[in-house]
T-cell receptor, first 116, second 113 residues
Framework: AQTVTQSQPEMSVQEAETVTLSCTYD???????LFWYKQPPSRQMILVIR??????QNATENRFSVNFQKAAKSFSLKISDSQLGDTAMYFC?????????????FGTGTRLQVTL | KAGVTQTPRYLIKTRGQQVTLSCSPI?????VSWYQQTPGQGLQFLFE???????NKGNFPGRFSGRQFSNSRSEMNVSTLELGDSALYLC????????????FGPGTRLTVL
């Protein structure tokens, strides 16, 4: 079974600064997908960024980028120019392409607080 | 497009009762997945339905069941409620092909007294 570990329960960053959230995972699969989801307070969970394991290039989405280290099974999220609206729980998630099933395995989350 | 909707948003039940939660996916999405979110266990996968068939199942007791209708709307049922079933239940919809982006609903907050 796959496991996803987020070792930082809470983090704080000042507005406009950069912060990196850590995620490690354990799997015997060679092909899989990794995601970062954001869950703002009392709001819906939304996808921040995704990475296909077979792609060596790190994914980026505007201010969000990942550092994907397949051999180390590490998948960290970097948020640049942090904004107050980035305050949320961030979940790292794993999905293996078993047929076409869509099961996500989530980490325990990191609560990010962006301060003035 | 309208997003994923879940009803009801809040629910209070007592132990031993049963409950049915509903999820309407984004138009055109054929896959609906259900997750339980609790402070202690985090986000755990319950099951996924695709074209009215359960295609994947998590490690939950048989008290948790679901179904999907021909219009892709899904319901989740929990029978003989226990205090530990108190949680935020999230559903997510997608087109259902490999690693499609899943769009989450706002969740149903279930409290069992």
């Amino acid at each position: 079974a796959q496991t996803v570990t987020q070792s930082q329960p809470e983090m704080s960053v000042q507005e406009a600064e950069t912060v990196t959230l850590s995620c490690t995972y354990d799997t015997s699969e060679n092909n899989y997908y990794l995601f970062w989801y954001k869950q703002p307070p009392s709001r819906q969970m939304i996808l921040v960024i995704r990475q296909e394991a077979y792609k060596q290039q790190n994914a980026t989405e505007n201010r969000f980028s990942v550092n994907f280290q397949k051999a180390a099974k590490s998948f960290s999220l970097k948020i640049s120019d942090s904004q107050l609206g980035d305050t949320a729980m961030y979940f790292c998630a794993f999905m293996k392409p078993t047929g076409t099933a869509s099961k996500l395995t989530f980490g325990t989350g990191t609560r990010l607080q962006v301060t003035l | 497009k309208a997003g994923v909707t879940q009803t009801p948003r809040y629910l209070i039940k007592t132990r031993g009762q049963q409950v049915t939660l509903s999820c309407s996916p984004i138009s055109g999405h054929r896959s609906v997945s259900w997750y339980q979110q609790t402070p202690g266990q985090g986000l755990q996968f319950l099951f996924e339905y695709f074209s009215e068939t359960q295609r994947n199942k998590g490690n939950f007791p048989g008290r948790f069941s679901g179904r999907q209708f021909s219009n892709s709307r899904s319901e989740m049922n929990v029978s003989t409620l226990e205090l530990g079933d108190s949680a935020l239940y999230l559903c997510a919809s997608s087109y259902g092909t490999v690693a499609n982006e899943q769009f989450f609903g706002p969740g149903t907050r279930l409290t069992v007294l």
